[in-house]
């Protein structure tokens, strides 16, 4: 019994994770209808700074989170207009294979810059905390959860009340309509898309700690983000949540009833629930930003 | 692709540069099938022919699904590495200590059947998903396989991987993979002309419409996608024995699927010479960056990546055919091409090209 509680209370730290890495991908694909399949490599890149500031400066992850934000945000803005600009019209291949050739791209330069070696950086919220003997919290992983919930219900009030965040919203329901009645929709895609990668970036930033840094750990990231979104609704914020603690949930369970191969499991789970989410309920268990409708008959 | 008869005036004027295209494909034929045969050619040699061979033979078979029918695969390395796996299984098998594996052609042979096999029952529930998703639905598929390969240490050695008996004739797998791409080429140029091939190419541009109009199209495509993983898989296994040693890292790797699509995107998506030409030309320009530029040789296929599809979306058959060529005629890549217009990569902006 008291093996479960743990287990439960590990699902929903591994949950409160996949939620701040899935949001920036589940948008971007939402309003803008472009994959991310980058998007484990801009996690990549938020944590080596995280990794760069507590090594060479000693700052804390957490501390260096807004600043990695910064510095994702421009990098994300500079991407947009460099490249995803000219793709956003195009085929969803197109998009798809551009986001690819990304995703070589910044493993090799990273690869180049700091070797394949693993990294992690340091924080002061380590540790666990004992609540019994069988039972403990790990610290960083529940500040984690803290800011993902944190960062959850600012992006909603953020995408519901402000005026840009309903101008992206009316972009991401119809394009052409909200042209029509004045909404910049170039300008909204350039601040989604640098938003979702600062915001990515944070991401990165705050698993350094947990998750070694190295220039390939990517894919299964954009992998595990990509079932959650397909699970949750594209661009949903609560579905991003309720997905990413399911996901933690499945995790952790396998973790604890399936000996000792249970971890190596958990990229298969998430490709099963990916698959089965897909093709019981192509439309998303929570309403998304955009409808769709992934089978093809 | 109407085959007038000749000597009537348009047509008569394509036949001889069509002829040409045939001629030249024989004549370098005949170069590669004879260069073993010539003093000179060392074992390196002919080991580099051939994973020139396989990496063409997979782009061809990706070819099939991603161009053909345009369900674009993703994780296509995953039958090569278990085509691989299940040759190395069977060769390795023990039984308290002593070898008891199998003969090397059998055991090429079921490698190749557990890949179709395992195809055709991932390929009916990924292929109902539909562009991105079926996409990353494969994707998918290939990091899960690995990880179970890496899991499922009794039969396939974990992460330690498993070693191979050396059965070391570098020219007698040339010829085979030589022989194995040649029936590949002439197939698929054969299919394109058969109801099978243009049913598939319906499925590519309009799946609902093909089947209101009475083609099976589940049936279809998973007949094509399983038959592209056998054949994958068979260039796995005999891959699996010429490198001698199989482990999950190197048998599944993502370089080959980026491989298979970049070759297929260079060279011309859903043409019958593109995969051939782009693959190999694609392994070229790879030898030269691996040996010229070394650590940056990814960045440097990265950026071709991006470059191949914003700005030559249709290839390098697409570049002939745009010059008013009509070299290709002989191979059907008219119609290709025009399919292609409307296909998935060139999307709405070649529509003002045409």
Aim: overall charge positive.
């Amino acid at each position: 019994m008291s093996y479960f509680a743990q287990a439960l209370v590990n699902g929903i730290a591994l949950g409160g994770m996949y939620t701040i890495l899935v949001l920036g991908f589940s948008i971007i694909w939402g309003v803008m209808g472009v994959i991310n399949l980058a998007h484990g490599e801009f996690v990549m890149v938020g944590a080596y700074l995280a990794w760069m500031a507590s090594d060479f400066w000693d700052v804390d992850p957490f501390i260096s989170a807004p600043v990695v934000f910064v510095v994702m945000l421009l990098f994300g803005y500079l991407v947009q207009r460099v490249l995803v600009n000219r793709i956003i019209d195009r085929s969803s291949l197109v998009s798809l294979l551009v986001m690819f050739g990304v995703s070589i791209i910044l493993q090799s330069v990273m690869k180049i810059a700091f070797s394949a070696d693993f990294r992690l950086a340091n924080t002061d919220l380590d540790g666990a905390w004992r609540l019994s003997d069988q039972l403990t919290i790990p610290v960083t992983r529940f500040w984690i959860l803290v800011v993902a919930v944190g960062v959850t219900a600012g992006l909603g009030l953020f995408l519901g009340h402000s005026r840009l965040g309903k101008s992206i919203r009316a972009a991401a329901q119809n394009r052409e309509a909200a042209r029509i009645v004045g909404v910049d929709v170039k300008k909204v895609y350039a601040v989604t898309f640098a938003l979702c990668i600062g915001l990515t970036g944070v991401a990165g930033a705050l698993i350094s700690p947990l998750l070694a840094v190295q220039p390939f750990q990517g894919p299964p990231l954009t992998l595990k983000a990509f079932a959650i979104t397909a699970m949750a609704g594209l661009g949903s914020v609560r579905g991003a949540l309720g997905g990413a603690m399911v996901l933690g949930m499945v995790e952790a369970m396998l973790a604890l009833y399936v000996d000792r191969i249970g971890t190596n499991l958990a990229v298969v789970a998430s490709f099963v629930l990916l698959v089965a989410a897909l093709v019981l309920r192509p439309q998303g268990i929570f309403k998304g930003l955009r409808h769709v409708d992934a089978t093809s008959t | 692709m109407s085959r007038a008869a000749p000597g009537t005036g348009a047509v008569a004027g394509r036949w001889p540069a069509g002829r040409a295209v045939g001629v030249g494909a024989l004549i370098v034929l005949v170069v590669l099938a004879v260069l073993p045969l010539l003093g000179g050619t060392s074992n390196a040699t002919l080991l580099t022919l051939t994973l020139m061979l396989t990496s063409i033979g997979v782009a061809i078979n990706w070819n099939l699904t991603g161009g053909f029918t345009g369900y674009v695969d993703f994780g296509h390395a995953v039958w090569f590495g278990i085509g691989a796996y299940a040759t190395a299984i069977l060769i390795s098998l023990q039984s308290n200590g002593p070898q008891v594996g199998w003969p090397p052609v059998p055991a090429i042979l079921v490698g190749a059947l557990v890949a179709g096999f395992l195809a055709a029952i991932i390929g009916r529930a990924t292929m109902r998903l539909k562009g991105p998703y079926f996409s990353i639905a494969m994707l998918g598929t290939f990091v899960a396989v690995r990880e179970i390969v890496r899991v499922w240490s009794p039969l396939t050695g974990g992460g330690v991987g498993l070693t191979l008996p050396p059965y070391l004739n570098r020219a007698l797998f040339y010829y085979v993979e030589l022989a194995l791409v040649t029936v590949l080429v002439v197939g698929t140029w054969w299919l394109r002309r058969t109801r099978f091939g243009a049913a598939l190419v319906a499925i590519r541009e309009d799946e609902v419409g093909a089947e209101t109009r009475g083609i099976d199209t589940t049936r279809l495509k998973t007949a094509v996608f399983s038959f592209a993983g056998l054949s994958t898989g068979l260039f796995g296994a005999l891959w699996a024995y010429q490198n001698t040693f199989v482990d999950p890292d190197i048998a599944f790797v993502e370089v080959r699927t980026i491989d298979a699509v970049m070759g297929t995107m260079l060279g011309g998506l859903g043409t019958v010479a593109g995969p051939v030409l782009g693959a190999a030309a694609l392994y070229w320009v790879r030898e030269l960056l691996w040996t010229h530029l070394l650590d940056a040789h990814l960045l440097a296929q990265g950026v071709l990546l991006i470059v191949i599809v914003l700005f030559v979306p249709r290839g390098l058959v697409g570049l002939v055919d745009r010059r008013g060529t009509s070299l290709f005629e002989l191979w059907g890549w008219k119609g290709w091409s025009r399919g292609l217009r409307q296909g998935p990569v060139a999307g709405g902006e070649a529509e003002a090209a045409s």
